[in-house]
């Protein structure tokens, strides 16, 4: 996902050439905002956290771009790719050192796992809109 934050600066664009820049292909991708139940169920992994609600509100404030995204090695080179998620502590370069503000508003969310990958892509996308 591209978060609100970075939405709201309009870097959509320069993100999403990064991104395609660096080898990955799109195969899903729609603009959409989230609901509190969306952004609960979505982040529900984190609900015992202090940051929580902070986190819920920020997620729903405003719209997001969702999509899925191939490429071999995909969680960890994306990964790689953004940056930690402090943009403070993040490598020179990645999308968060280059776009994100906080901690908190950190520009783009990537899965950490293959299997979570699968499960956040079903989320956002129905079969017929992945190509
Ligand atoms: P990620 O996998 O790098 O996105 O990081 P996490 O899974 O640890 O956290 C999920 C998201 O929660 C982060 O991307 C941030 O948007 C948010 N988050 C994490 N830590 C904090 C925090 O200390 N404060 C706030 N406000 N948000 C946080």
């Not at 995204?69 to 790689?80: P, Q, S, T, Y």
């Not at 490598?91 to 520009?107: P, V």
Request: cysteine-free.
């Amino acid at each position: 996902m591209i978060k609100p934050d970075a939405v709201e600066n309009g870097h959509i664009g320069a993100i999403l050439e990064k991104i395609t820049g660096a080898g990955f292909n799109i195969v899903a991708m729609k603009y959409t905002q989230l609901s509190r139940r969306d952004a609960q169920e979505f982040y529900a992994i984190h609900k015992e956290r202090p940051f929580f609600g902070e986190l819920v509100e920020f997620m729903t404030r405003g719209p997001i771009v969702a999509a899925i995204l191939e490429k071999d090695n995909a969680v960890d080179d994306f990964r790689a790719l953004i940056g930690a998620t402090n943009p403070a502590e993040a490598a020179e370069g990645t999308i968060r050192k280059l776009f994100a503000t906080s901690i908190g508003e950190n520009a783009v969310h990537g899965s950490d796992s293959d299997e979570n990958a699968g499960i956040e892509g079903a989320f956002h996308f129905s079969g017929r809109e992945v190509f």
